[in-house]
């Protein structure tokens, strides 16, 4: 009675020394509102990663990458809002490169938390890792061919065949997304080079070409047994993503492919599809989907199978189990925070003080996911934070330290010292403190093993009537250390000086466990496992192991060192019941033996009977044994099943459980707490009983409120969960099976899974076994449990059920729509999944026509699963602009579309200059491998220039009409009179003499036709522009010509004689020859000048002389296009070369040019136009 009297003192005084500290106080907690999240993004482009805190004001946001401190700068600085704004986003080596882990950390008075890591991650595609490789397959089989490349984001993988791509998936054609092509039925017409196209958002990459020879088929057609040439592979797949396991087999005839799970569960049909022939793809992949599957290759109608399996692996971010609390305790306290999560793989645990990390001290100890703080100091009132992180990501829930202060306090505890009264009790004692005492309240002994690391501490408070104190639930043979604080109503002292002392060693506390088998008939091989150190109580010198048969009384010994755990007794009866204990000792003696044990030694008979199984045991619970047996490969022939045996220690043994050969584990229940169970295993076949196994175990106590004077009621049971909306959950429970006539109430804990801030947690009161829980956010997984209260005593929490409300429609259009033509008629459309966090996109769907079809609402679907953001346009038409929108969807319904965006597929695809067009709403970006993206920038300037182009066309060419007409009329002005021949020739001598650099004297071929007198060339000029005068060029511009037929009669009609009056103008030239100056220059010559001469005069210095040199002669096409004549030659000349014009007519230009043979200048490398006045003569022809 007095133990338990005491232990209700101390609850007493604790409650009073906690009770003035141990309220609520109101203080503004700082929380996140946005957090930044993973984003890739292109290189130069703009990113901003959000951070918004709440909490009172003022408020310091800083950001850290990779650890360190973010450095503001011009391309890179904070917002109003606390997000981080990074106007180009680099990429480099080190220090230089924008990518990596970006964390917000944000900071009032009170204490600085620290939010998730969100990656920031360039995008990006390598070069191929695997390339396809060249294959030969025979006609009817299966060839296949893969690729692999690492980028980011994902690629999109496609293939193509001599060129052309492939469609990813038809009859006899499989894309896998891993980058796997798959042909089955290989024909004759699949020979050809394949390759494969890896793209994303970065850039486009191609691998080598692989070919695919096709052999023919053996005649006649073998049978062949089916084989599996690519088996799925072991794979581990996010939550929510997708995964792949591929499966090609091939056989004569063909084979079915199957799939099943090893374990026996049926296949998710709703999540999982198989693709192409016989390849299993799991979509939204969560955690039930993980285990073994077999694929199974069978030849049809026959029993001829081969199998392949693969493990998949399902990876979850780390979720909280049990996250802090925020606690209120004195200077010199005890603050515990407890943290649990769960995850694959096993998150781990990190506690951080005001945004930086807690290592473990002398005061701070870190205990697996428990954070204990002793001699609690003003500095430890701060945020503390517990960060659970794996490779799938990392969560962080927050708690405040609330210290408070007393600046009336006690000295320290004075003299403390520490004397061993036994192996489990030390007796400490000090002297009261020197200052205040007489306030003392209470004094609180603190104590813990003194080796190893992370050992738990445990406090005991007592009275203030009193300065000793026993401690009597110590292990024996260990070190522990001491120390004791004193207590005022509103504070405590210091920690008094550490003492140490050792427990005295004593007899272990029980005997090892036996373990009995036999391999002959004539030995019996015994075993166990050393005792643990609260077992042991000291080290283990020795043990004695005692035996005899039933039969006798007189037991023979053999002592055993302390270090054995074997021992092989042999030269033993056949057939016989041997009854086996043992005792363990250490320096102070011996203690209690264990019960004897029984075991019977085989027949000694030639028979063949199973030997001993190896048998384990382990305790589940305080009232169940899970036994596990197994047996030698070479042993498991014929056994047809096993015989099991069970009895409590000294009671009589119970008729043996039969257990199917296939068995080999069995849950034994109904047992009893700390109990001693003898186990017995044997086979058996159709000979007769095989050698037997015998263990002894101890069922474990049962767990048990500690001091409490009333057990608590029993929590409710089957607790149901189910959705009822996007914003309620349904919860049923039932009502534990005990008789009260009080009054029953439930209390409801609702709250996220991974919920950060435990100050959000909801409670909920009711009486009924049912509730609707409302007001929850859409598509969240949310945990709850249910307490009961009745007469004052609370139940514990039930067990956590897990649900997650339904999600909402997407109410917003996808972000960042982009189209971009990376092939003659193929365009990468890529997006960004809507800005809202908490709803989930199951797909998505693009819409995109020409805007002929979208006027006639003809659109073209393609649909994403929700984890793509990438799609190709395949088969675009040339000339054509096509418009695109995209929707995101759930389960719940469609999204809005996006805005369109535009794409212009140009119409000359042979062009040498492709600038892939495309236009949308976001900045563009212009990047490698023929990529580019025109922001508003650039439209603006190509449009600029373009204007700035066709108004100076348009100027030249009023220019050159202008002129033209004023030369026209010159020239009808100069051909009004005729003189006589020899007049004109009297006439052209005068001129000649007159001219000061004339050389060649000519008149105007007609009325019509007169030569070019700016532009220094030997072009031919009629009233409608320039004429050609060589037939080669007609012939080369052809398809850009007029083509107008004209008769003979046009030609014959052409006036064959010119005269002119005197002061009209003629043209003479000068040209550098490569003949002697003395040389004679004919009209032939002239008007017969090559296309060389005409490029040549382009570059000379007489052509840029003039003020409009070279209009002509500087531009072929010009020529060409402004020709209108009937014909491209001149009228005059053409009759000249087809002799059809008069014989006078024909004649006298001869006669003409014969004597006005002139010579040429012998210097000067420039062409130049003289103008020469007719004095009073008349030239004609």
């Known amino acids: 009675m007095e133990p338990v009297q005491r232990k209700r003192n101390q609850r007493v005084l604790l409650c009073l020394l906690l009770l003035p500290v141990s309220g609520v106080f109101c203080f503004s907690e700082l929380l996140f509102v946005k957090e930044p999240r993973d984003v890739t993004v292109m290189r130069k482009e703009a990113v901003i990663l959000d951070c918004q805190a709440r909490g009172e004001a003022p408020i310091d946001v800083r950001w850290l990458k990779n650890g360190a401190r973010v450095v503001a700068s011009e391309r ?569 045996f069970y009895h409590e220690e000294s009671q009589p043994e119970a008729a043996p459980l039969q257990l199917r050969a296939s068995v080999h584990a069995h849950t034994i229940g109904g047992l009893d707490p700390r109990k001693k169970y003898h186990v017995t295993i044997l086979a058996f076949n159709f000979i007769g009983d095989g050698y037997q196994a015998d263990r002894t175990i101890s069922t474990p106590g049962c767990v048990s409120v500690r001091d409490r004077l009333v057990p608590p009621p029993p929590p409710p049971h089957n607790v149901y969960a189910e959705t009822n909306s996007s914003t309620a959950v349904f919860l049923r429970w039932g009502k534990p099976a005990f008789t009260s006539s009080h009054a029953v109430n439930y209390t409801m804990r609702c709250n996220p899974v991974g919920l950060q801030n435990a100050s959000l947690v909801l409670y909920l009161q009711t009486s009924e076994q049912s509730l609707l829980v409302r007001d929850l956010e859409p598509n969240t997984k949310y945990e709850f449990a249910i307490r009961l209260h009745i007469d004052q005593l609370s139940s514990p929490w039930s067990p956590v059920v897990y649900q997650t409300t339904f999600p909402e429609a997407p109410t917003l259009p996808p972000s960042n729509v982009k189209v971009t033509l990376i092939e003659d008629d193929t365009a990468l459309v890529s997006w960004k999944p809507p800005e809202e966090p908490d709803v989930a996109v199951t797909h998505y769907t693009i819409l995109y026509a020409s805007r002929k079809a979208w006027v006639a609402g003809e659109w073209q679907v393609l649909q994403r699963e929700g984890s793509v953001t990438m799609a190709l346009l395949e088969n675009l038409k040339p000339g054509q602009v096509y418009l695109v929108k995209i929707s995101a969807s759930n389960d719940m319904g469609d999204g809005p579309f996006s805005q369109m965006a535009e794409l212009t597929v140009r119409a000359d695809l042979s062009s040498a200059h492709d600038p892939r067009l495309s236009r949308d709403s976001a900045h563009a970006t212009a990047f490698s491998n023929g990529f580019y993206h025109l922001d508003q920038k650039s439209m603006t300037g190509i449009t600029v220039g373009v204007c700035i182009a066709l108004i100076c066309i348009i100027i030249c060419a009023l220019i050159i009409v202008c002129r033209g007409k004023s030369r026209k009329t010159s020239a009808v002005k100069a051909c009004r009179g005729r003189e006589s021949t020899s007049a004109a020739a009297a006439s052209h001598l005068d001129a000649e003499r007159q001219a000061e650099s004339a050389e060649v004297t000519m008149q105007l071929m007609s009325e019509d036709h007169f030569i070019d007198a700016k532009g220094g060339t030997n072009l031919i000029i009629n009233s409608l522009g320039p004429v050609q005068p060589n037939s080669d060029r007609r012939k080369r511009w052809l398809p850009f010509s007029n083509h107008v037929k004209t008769g003979n009669k046009d030609v014959q009609n052409m006036r064959p004689a010119l005269s002119l009056q005197p002061g009209s103008t003629v043209l003479a030239y000068e040209e550098e020859r490569s003949v002697s100056p003395d040389q004679p220059v004919t009209l032939q010559d002239l008007l017969r000048r090559g296309h060389g001469d005409s490029e040549g005069s382009s570059n000379s210095e007489g052509s840029h002389s003039t003020g409009d040199s070279g209009r002509y002669s500087h531009d072929e096409t010009a020529l060409t296009n402004l020709s209108s004549g009937p014909s491209s030659r001149p009228p005059s000349l053409s009759a000249e070369e087809s002799g059809e014009s008069d014989g006078g007519a024909s004649e006298k230009p001869s006669e003409m040019l014969e004597e006005d043979q002139t010579a040429v200048k012998p210097a000067g490398s420039v062409r130049t136009a003289a103008v020469v006045t007719a004095t009073s003569a008349e030239l004609s022809l």
């Open 76 to 644: 890179v600085y904070l917002l109003a809002n606390g997000s981080l704004y990074i106007s180009e986003v680099e990429s480099g080596r080190g220090d230089k490169s924008d990518e990596g882990l970006y964390q917000c950390l944000a900071q009032n008075k009170y204490g600085a938390i620290l939010s998730q890591k969100a990656r920031l991650t360039i995008a990006s595609i390598s070069a191929f890792a695997i390339q396809p490789t060249s294959i030969v397959a025979t006609e009817g089989s299966v060839a296949r061919f893969s690729c692999k490349i690492t980028a980011h984001p994902p690629p999109i993988i496609t293939w193509e065949f001599n060129r052309v791509t492939l469609p990813l998936t038809t009859e006899r054609i499989t894309v896998l997304p891993s980058g796997v092509l798959q042909i089955h039925g290989v024909q004759r017409a699949d020979a050809g080079s394949y390759r494969c196209i890896a793209t994303n958002i970065a850039s486009r990459r191609r691998s080598t070409e692989a070919a695919l020879t096709v052999a023919a088929a053996p005649s006649p057609a073998l049978p062949q047994r089916p084989r599996i040439i690519a088996g799925p592979q072991n794979v581990s797949a996010s939550l929510h993503q997708s995964a792949v396991l591929e499966c090609v087999a091939t056989g004569r005839p063909r084979p079915i492919v199957s799939w099943s799970r090893a374990d026996g569960r049926s296949i998710d049909v709703y999540h999982t599809r198989v693709l192409g022939n016989g390849n299993l793809i799991i979509t939204d992949i969560k955690p039930q989907h993980g285990g073994v599957y077999m694929c199974r290759a069978t030849t049809p109608g026959t029993r001829n199978y081969t199998v392949a399996s693969a493990n998949v692996t399902v990876l979850a971010p780390p979720s909280f189990v049990e996250w802090p609390e925020s606690v209120t305790r004195p200077r010199a306290g005890t603050a515990r925070f407890v943290c649990e999560a769960e995850g694959v793989p096993t998150p781990r645990i990190t506690w951080l003080k005001n945004g930086e990390r807690v290592h473990s001290n002398g005061r701070i100890k870190m205990y697996h996911s428990k954070l204990v703080i002793n001699q609690i100091i003003p500095e430890d009132d701060a945020v503390y934070q517990c960060q659970a992180e794996n490779e799938q990501g990392a969560v962080l829930s927050m708690a405040r330290l609330i210290v408070v202060m007393s600046e009336d306090r006690p000295s320290v505890p004075r003299d403390v010292r520490a004397d061993t009264v036994s192996s489990s009790a030390i007796l400490l004692a000090w002297e009261r403190p020197l200052y205040n005492s007489d306030k003392v309240i209470a004094y609180s002994v603190h104590y813990m093993k003194a080796e190893g690391l992370n050992n738990e501490e445990y406090q005991v408070v007592i009275g203030n009537d009193t300065t000793r104190y026993i401690i009597d639930d110590l292990e024996p043979a260990c070190n522990y250390t001491f120390y004791v604080v004193a207590y005022m109503p509103m504070g405590a002292s210091r920690m008094s000086d550490h003492v140490f002392q050792s427990t005295l060693e004593d007899v272990p506390l029980r005997a090892p466990e036996l373990s009995l088998t036999s391999r002959s008939p004539t030995d019996i091989q015994v075993s166990w496992q050393p005792l643990s150190d609260k077992l042991s109580r000291g080290r283990v010198s020795a043990y004695r192991l005692s035996y005899r048969t039933s039969a006798e009384t007189a037991a023979s010994q053999v002592d055993l060192p302390g270090e054995r755990t074997l021992h092989l007794l042999d030269h033993l009866q056949p057939d016989t019941v041997y009854l086996l204990r043992i005792a363990a000792a250490t320096g102070v003696g011996w203690g209690e033996p264990s019960a004897w044990t029984s075991h019977r030694t085989p027949k000694a008979s030639g028979a063949q009977v199973p030997l001993a199984p190896e048998l384990s045991l382990e305790p589940l619970n305080c009232t169940t044994i899970l036994a596990r047996w197994q047996l030698a490969g070479r042993n498991s022939a014929g056994v047809r099943g096993y015989k099991l």
